[in-house]
C-alpha cells in the first residue's frame, strides 16, 4: 500500500534538537494515527485524528506534539527526546464509519535515533 | 482488557514447507481481526481481515486464516512458504472505537 507517505525515512538527532516527522496519506481518508514500533514491544498508539480532531492521546510524553492541519496531514514534532525514544514512528490512515470495521492503512515508517 | 497474544516470537520453516502463525485474543464482543505483514524497513500491510460471515478467510499472498471462537484464535497459514515470506506478522483485533490492538508480533525466517 503506497497511499500513506512518511519523512523523513531516517532521522538522527541530539536530546536537544527540535525536528517534526511529516505524513501525508492520498486515500481520502478522514482519520490519522501515529504508532511507535519500538523492538521486542507490541505496537504503540500515541495519537489519533478524526475528522481533524484529536480523540486519543495514550499518556504520551509532552515532548511529543501533534499537529493535524488537514485531513490528509499529519505531524508529529519532536523536542528534548531522551535516548529511549529511539523507535520507528508509523503513521496510518483510516476511513472513519463510526464502527469497527474501519482499515487502518500505514505508512513505511520514519526510524529515530536519539544520540 | 483487550489483548492479542502471539505465543510465537519467532518460527523458522524451510521454503515450500507449511506454515501456521498463531493468534489468540481476549475481548468481550464480537472480535474484528486483522493480520498485517511488515517486511524489514516498511511499514505494515494488511495481509487480510475478518469481520463477519465465513470464518475461513483469503488474503494475499496466498495466506488465509480461519477464526475459530470457541478457542478465541485467529492463525494464519500458508500451504508453501516462500523466501519473500520472511517478515514480521502482526496479528490485531478492532475495537469499537476503530482502535487497533496488536500482537507482539511473530518473526518469520525461511530457510532455503
Known amino acids: 500500500e503506497t497511499g500513506v507517505t512518511q519523512t523523513p525515512r531516517h532521522l538522527v538527532m541530539g536530546m536537544t534538537n527540535k525536528k517534526s516527522l511529516k505524513c501525508e496519506q492520498h486515500?481520502?481518508?478522514?482519520?490519522m494515527y501515529w504508532y511507535k514500533q519500538s523492538a521486542k514491544k507490541p505496537l504503540e498508539l500515541m495519537f489519533v485524528?478524526?475528522?481533524?480532531?484529536?480523540?486519543e492521546n495514550n499518556s504520551v510524553p509532552s515532548r511529543f506534539s501533534p499537529e493535524c492541519p488537514n485531513s490528509s496531514h499529519l505531524f508529529l514534532h519532536l523536542h528534548t527526546l531522551q535516548p529511549e525514544d529511539s523507535a520507528l514512528y508509523l503513521c496510518?490512515?483510516?476511513?472513519?464509519?463510526?464502527?469497527?470495521?474501519?482499515?487502518?492503512?500505514f505508512g513505511a515508517g520514519t526510524r529515530l535515533s536519539v544520540l | 482488557a483487550q489483548s492479542v497474544t502471539q505465543p510465537d516470537i519467532h518460527i523458522t520453516v524451510s521454503e515450500g514447507a507449511s506454515l501456521e502463525l498463531r493468534c489468540n485474543y481476549s475481548?468481550?464482543?464480537?472480535?474484528?481481526l486483522f493480520w498485517y505483514v511488515q517486511s524489514p524497513g516498511q511499514g505494515l500491510q494488511l495481509l487480510l481481515k475478518?469481520?463477519?460471515?465465513?470464518?475461513l478467510v483469503q488474503g494475499i499472498k496466498g495466506f488465509e486464516a480461519e477464526f475459530k471462537r470457541s478457542q478465541s484464535s485467529f492463525n494464519l497459514r500458508k500451504p508453501s512458504v516462500h523466501w519473500s515470506d520472511a517478515a514480521e506478522y502482526f496479528c490485531?483485533?478492532?475495537?469499537?472505537?476503530?482502535?487497533?490492538?496488536f500482537g507482539q508480533g511473530t518473526t518469520l525466517q525461511v530457510k532455503p
Open positions: 496510518a490512515s483510516s476511513q472513519v464509519t463510526g464502527g469497527v470495521k474501519n482499515i487502518q492503512y
Open positions: 486515500l481520502g481518508h478522514n482519520a
Open positions: 485524528y478524526s475528522l481533524e480532531e484529536r480523540v
Open positions: 475481548y468481550g464482543a464480537t472480535p474484528y
Open positions: 475478518y469481520f463477519s460471515g465465513d470464518t
Open positions: 490485531a483485533v478492532g475495537e469499537s472505537t476503530g482502535k487497533l490492538i
